[in-house]
């Protein structure tokens, strides 16, 4: 009776994690499409010096983060994979899409101080612990770097 | 010598003159005053965590006492006797016994160490009697909620209830009219036991180990003469009828026969089977409970077996009757809320007990039920027990609705906070949050006024008219376009550790099945970043610099639920190329 019970509650979890994680995917996929194309003017770059078009802007540093939870029936077959070894698809988007809602994030705050140029992007991916350590739990993703504004 | 000195010298200072209100010495030495402190930080005083921790554990701490007090509220047995017509045994220490001659005598026992009678009392011929000296403790509740388990489940459960030595007492032999103990054997009775006196044979003494599975027989002056323990399964007690003694197996629904001539007690003679074949036949009748697993009692009264069978956790019983060979005849109706428990042939007529109500009910041979007999001091008892039970029963349901009132008000208070938290702190988000100001090209930068400066960290107080105060320029880049770096002053960084609330936490995990964005915490770790980068600004300046470059992040999560950021980054002084 016990292990039927857990079994239930397992196969629900499953369920819920199935479907709410794949909508909010889909969704979440959708608008970053979206987004991303509204920001396409945005250089973005990894340099550390700025480009030499840039030189006569002024900077200031912009920042995004994201902190994104993997569902449950991710970790499931995430754990099944992890058997077997591979790709973890499962978390792989996970942190893709992570890592660009970070992005977009960044790229939003420094389209609001006008600026033409984000350089010396570093991005930063952390745990973040308080799942009883157990899966991957939550990420958060910190995309910042130094935007150029051209002066008025 | 000013006006207020005139006549006390302690309100004057060094300079003879008159000591002024602190606020106005700040203003007059022109000394800019710390900034109003952000509330960045909504923590909480440690003390006050203690304490709103402690208000929480007082009504859960109440919850739990009643609760314990409310189960030791309650009926216990009401055991049937030949000789002495009804004892009342509870968790009581005292005893009543219901003489033949209508009256009724109160021993009290705890003057003799017997503070719970689980058992029953027996008496011998000579107005002595046997109790079971046992302690405070009630047996385990494990035992009741063993439903229908396997033989491996109770088999375990029999080893759990032997192995627990502090639930076994010794037996104490007492006499009714001089109200004196002694011991009456070495060997200890195990909790739940039932004794049987045999008047009619030398007074040999017979002990039900219900916990033990087994029967054991003693003489009269305490020799032991024999064990039966041949497949039984909580055997409830030792009758004897019409020369043959028979014990009720519990859990098998059967009664045992057992040859009993002195030496050969151990053999085994004959059984019957009180209800395993009914239960199936008459459940899908609806005339026989399909819940009754246990047979607490039976006797053999006119024609029929009559049988207390329990359902699940000994509650449930009911009243059935036999045939001699052990087929169903009919449930016996009782009072709705009766709950049978022993059963006495006595002067041609069939007693009952009754644990909820505290009465004995007579029956006829054809079934029809007579009277009911009552006694005066097992009623005051019983009712005394009900109120105290009802009692607690409103302690519980207070405390209860208390604890649901402060969670509640708890969960309000906690969203206030937040709220207003948020509407102070607009920053927290990055998303809608207001830009820095170093992002502004049209802004000057902080200037430093001081030449020189001691490298006093974060004595933010030496600092005097500060312009543009929060226009530190921040980047990650070392070489700031159309700016030159006029002066390296040294590495600066600001820290900050922060732990989510419980609420917000147990949300998150709830999030955690469902996937997405955690907007709480992604708010929390931007609002962190934002203090740490605040500290870091704030020690820049301390050092007189206006700018921060190479500005660098770290998280780390330190422990369950908290995590530290760091900014660090080297403090310059720029200026235009």
């Given at each position: 009776?016990?292990?039927?019970?857990?079994?239930?509650?397992?196969?629900?979890?499953?369920?819920?994690?199935?479907?709410?994680?794949?909508?909010?995917?889909r969704k979440h996929y959708a608008s970053i499409l979206v987004r991303e194309d509204e920001?396409?003017?945005?250089?973005?770059?990894?340099?550390?010096?700025?480009?030499?078009?840039?030189?006569?802007?002024?900077?200031?540093?912009?920042?995004?983060?994201?902190?994104?939870?993997?569902?449950?029936?991710?970790?499931?077959?995430?754990?099944?994979?992890?058997?077997?070894?591979?790709?973890?698809?499962?978390?792989?988007?996970?942190?893709?899409?992570?890592?660009?809602?970070?992005?977009?994030?960044?790229?939003?705050?420094?389209?609001?101080?006008?600026a033409e140029a984000i350089i010396n992007t570093k991005i930063e991916t952390c745990r973040?612990?308080?799942?009883?350590?157990?899966?991957?739990?939550?990420?958060?993703?910190?995309?910042?770097?130094?935007?150029?504004?051209?002066?008025? | 010598?000013?006006?207020?000195?005139?006549?006390?010298?302690?309100?004057?200072?060094?300079?003879?003159?008159?000591?002024?209100?602190?606020?106005?010495?700040?203003?007059?030495?022109?000394?800019?005053?710390?900034?109003?402190?952000?509330?960045?930080?909504?923590?909480?005083?440690?003390?006050?965590?203690?304490?709103?921790?402690?208000?929480?554990?007082?009504?859960?701490?109440?919850?739990?006492?009643?609760?314990?007090?409310?189960?030791?509220?309650?009926?216990?047995?009401?055991?049937?006797?030949?000789?002495?017509?009804?004892?009342?045994?509870?968790?009581?220490?005292?005893?009543?016994?219901?003489?033949?001659?209508?009256?009724?005598?109160?021993?009290?026992?705890?003057?003799?160490?017997?503070?719970?009678?689980?058992?029953?009392?027996?008496?011998?011929?000579?107005?002595?009697?046997?109790?079971?000296?046992?302690?405070?403790?009630?047996?385990?509740?494990?035992?009741?909620?063993?439903?229908?388990?396997?033989?491996?489940?109770?088999?375990?459960?029999?080893?759990?209830?032997?192995?627990?030595?502090?639930?076994?007492?010794?037996?104490?032999?007492?006499?009714?009219?001089?109200?004196?103990?002694?011991?009456?054997?070495?060997?200890?009775?195990?909790?739940?036991?039932?004794?049987?006196?045999?008047?009619?044979?030398?007074?040999?003494?017979?002990?039900?180990?219900?916990?033990?599975?087994?029967?054991?027989?003693?003489?009269?002056?305490?020799?032991?003469?024999?064990?039966?323990?041949?497949?039984?399964?909580?055997?409830?007690?030792?009758?004897?009828?019409?020369?043959?003694?028979?014990?009720?197996?519990?859990?098998?629904?059967?009664?045992?026969?057992?040859?009993?001539?002195?030496?050969?007690?151990?053999?085994?003679?004959?059984?019957?089977?009180?209800?395993?074949?009914?239960?199936?036949?008459?459940?899908?009748?609806?005339?026989?409970?399909?819940?009754?697993?246990?047979?607490?009692?039976?006797?053999?009264?006119?024609?029929?077996?009559?049988?207390?069978?329990?359902?699940?956790?000994?509650?449930?019983?009911?009243?059935?009757?036999?045939?001699?060979?052990?087929?169903?005849?009919?449930?016996?109706?009782?009072?709705?809320?009766?709950?049978?428990?022993?059963?006495?042939?006595?002067?041609?007529?069939?007693?009952?007990?009754?644990?909820?109500?505290?009465?004995?009910?007579?029956?006829?041979?054809?079934?029809?039920?007579?009277?009911?007999?009552?006694?005066?001091?097992?009623?005051?008892?019983?009712?005394?027990?009900?109120?105290?039970?009802?009692?607690?029963?409103?302690?519980?349901?207070?405390?209860?609705?208390?604890?649901?009132?402060?969670?509640?008000?708890?969960?309000?208070?906690?969203?206030?906070?937040?709220?207003?938290?948020?509407?102070?702190?607009?920053?927290?988000?990055?998303?809608?949050?207001?830009?820095?100001?170093?992002?502004?090209?049209?802004?000057?930068?902080?200037?430093?006024?001081?030449?020189?400066?001691?490298?006093?960290?974060?004595?933010?107080?030496?600092?005097?008219?500060?312009?543009?105060?929060?226009?530190?320029?921040?980047?990650?880049?070392?070489?700031?376009?159309?700016?030159?770096?006029?002066?390296?002053?040294?590495?600066?960084?600001?820290?900050?550790?922060?732990?989510?609330?419980?609420?917000?936490?147990?949300?998150?995990?709830?999030?955690?099945?469902?996937?997405?964005?955690?907007?709480?915490?992604?708010?929390?770790?931007?609002?962190?970043?934002?203090?740490?980068?605040?500290?870091?600004?704030?020690?820049?300046?301390?050092?007189?610099?206006?700018?921060?470059?190479?500005?660098?992040?770290?998280?780390?999560?330190?422990?369950?639920?908290?995590?530290?950021?760091?900014?660090?980054?080297?403090?310059?002084?720029?200026?235009?190329?």
């Amino acid at each position: 009776m016990d292990a039927l019970f857990q079994v239930g509650i397992f196969v629900v979890l499953l369920g819920l994690g199935f479907f709410f994680g794949r909508r909010a995917e889909r969704k979440h996929y959708a608008s970053i499409l979206v987004r991303e194309d509204e920001m396409r003017d945005l250089v973005i770059t990894t340099d550390r010096f700025p480009p030499s078009e840039f030189l006569k802007h002024h900077s200031g540093m912009v920042s995004g983060n994201v902190v994104i939870s993997v569902d449950y029936f991710k970790m499931v077959t995430a754990g099944l994979r992890s058997l077997v070894g591979g790709r973890l698809k499962a978390y792989e988007s996970l942190l893709d899409r992570a890592r660009r809602e970070a992005l977009l994030r960044m790229q939003d705050q420094a389209n609001r101080a006008g600026a033409e140029a984000i350089i010396n992007t570093k991005i930063e991916t952390c745990r973040i612990s308080g799942n009883a350590n157990k899966g991957i739990g939550s990420i958060e993703v910190l995309v910042y770097g130094t935007a150029l504004i051209p002066k008025k | 010598m000013a006006e207020c000195c005139r006549f006390s010298v302690e309100c004057c200072d060094i300079w003879g003159q008159c000591k002024k209100p602190k606020n106005l010495i700040l203003e007059l030495g022109n000394l800019v005053t710390k900034p109003p402190k952000k509330n960045m930080n909504k923590e909480i005083n440690p003390l006050v965590a203690l304490g709103i921790i402690i208000l929480f554990l007082l009504p859960i701490s109440v919850l739990v006492w009643a609760t314990g007090e409310q189960s030791n509220a309650r009926v216990g047995a009401y055991y049937l006797e030949q000789d002495a017509l009804g004892q009342l045994s509870l968790q009581a220490d005292h005893l009543l016994v219901t003489q033949s001659d209508d009256s009724e005598q109160v021993f009290d026992l705890s003057r003799v160490g017997v503070s719970d009678l689980m058992g029953n009392v027996a008496y011998l011929s000579n107005n002595d009697f046997l109790v079971r000296g046992g302690g405070a403790e009630w047996g385990p509740v494990a035992y009741f909620s063993l439903r229908g388990a396997g033989d491996t489940e109770s088999e375990k459960l029999r080893q759990a209830l032997a192995d627990n030595t502090a639930q076994e007492a010794p037996l104490i032999r007492c006499n009714r009219m001089t109200e004196t103990c002694s011991a009456f054997h070495d060997f200890r009775a195990p909790w739940r036991y039932r004794l049987f006196i045999d008047h009619a044979n030398n007074d040999d003494i017979y002990l039900t180990q219900n916990t033990l599975h087994s029967i054991k027989k003693f003489s009269v002056t305490g020799d032991r003469l024999g064990t039966y323990d041949n497949g039984l399964k909580f055997p409830k007690r030792l009758r004897r009828q019409q020369g043959e003694l028979y014990t009720i197996d519990t859990n098998h629904h059967r009664l045992v026969f057992l040859k009993d001539e002195n030496s050969v007690f151990a053999e085994f003679q004959t059984e019957l089977y009180v209800a395993p074949d009914a239960i199936e036949t008459e459940a899908s009748a609806g005339t026989f409970n399909p819940a009754a697993k246990w047979t607490v009692d039976a006797v053999l009264f006119g024609n029929y077996w009559w049988a207390v069978n329990a359902g699940d956790d000994m509650i449930d019983e009911e009243l059935h009757r036999f045939d001699l060979k052990g087929n169903f005849i009919d449930r016996v109706s009782l009072a709705d809320e009766a709950r049978p428990f022993d059963l006495l042939v006595w002067q041609g007529h069939l007693l009952v007990s009754d644990l909820a109500r505290g009465v004995v009910y007579q029956f006829d041979e054809s079934g029809n039920q007579l009277t009911e007999l009552q006694s005066p001091a097992i009623n005051t008892h019983f009712s005394e027990v009900r109120e105290q039970h009802d009692y607690y029963q409103l302690i519980v349901n207070l405390t209860l609705g208390v604890l649901v009132l402060m969670f509640v008000g708890g969960l309000i208070v906690g969203l206030q906070v937040g709220r207003k938290h948020d509407k102070e702190n607009p920053h927290g988000n990055s998303a809608q949050g207001d830009l820095p100001t170093y992002l502004s090209p049209t802004l000057a930068l902080y200037k430093p006024t001081f030449e020189k400066q001691t490298f006093t960290l974060a004595s933010s107080s030496t600092i005097t008219r500060e312009q543009n105060m929060d226009n530190i320029l921040i980047s990650n880049i070392e070489v700031v376009p159309g700016k030159r770096v006029s002066e390296h002053i040294g590495l600066v960084q600001g820290s900050t550790v922060r732990a989510k609330h419980a609420g917000k936490d147990i949300l998150a995990g709830l999030k955690n099945i469902f996937g997405g964005e955690l907007s709480s915490y992604t708010e929390l770790l931007s609002e962190s970043r934002q203090e740490a980068i605040d500290r870091m600004t704030a020690q820049a300046k301390s050092i007189g610099a206006n700018a921060v470059i190479n500005v660098r992040f770290s998280t780390s999560s330190i422990a369950a639920g908290a995590s530290e950021i760091l900014a660090y980054g080297t403090a310059v002084l720029l200026e235009d190329r």
